[in-house]
Nanobody
Framework: QVQLVESGGGLVQPGGSLRLSCAAS????????MGWYRQAPGLQRELVAA???????NYADSVKGRFTISRDNAKNTVYLQMNSLKPEDTAVYYC???????????????WGQGTQVTVSS
């Protein structure tokens, strides 16, 4: 059993900052890619940022230069530092991890429950 638990969402004014955290726990052998996705009302879920286990990163064009993804492998935790937030960043943010539960298991994708980020004055 694997759980991803997000924290750090909330209400912030335009131009403000938030830091999201996502901790993975349970029967984890190896975590490969960890990432953050978001879904606004009426829209499809989209990739915000992802980080590999060699710290390679990938960002959506809309957040480049404003958001930074990082991870702490010792804690099985991924972070998303969000600066210069805009109203269009408002969405439910979901954590995702591609991981294996043993040395011989296939890789599966796991999701957190989501955390609301609202950018409004």
């Amino acid at each position: 059993q694997v759980q991803l638990v997000e924290s750090g969402g909330g209400l912030v004014q335009p131009g403000g900052s938030l830091r999201l955290s996502c901790a993975a726990s349970g029967s984890i052998w190896r975590i490969n890619v960890m990432g953050w996705y978001r879904q606004a009302p009426g829209l499809q879920r989209e990739l915000v940022a992802a980080i590999g286990n060699s710290d390679s990163t990938n960002y959506a064009d809309s957040v480049k230069g404003r958001f930074t993804i990082s991870r702490d492998n010792a804690k099985n935790t991924v972070y998303l530092q969000m600066n210069s937030l805009k109203p269009e960043d408002t969405a439910v943010y979901y954590c995702n991890a591609h991981l294996t539960t043993s040395s011989r298991s296939p890789q599966y994708s796991h999701w957190g429950q989501g955390t609301q980020v609202t950018v409004s004055s």
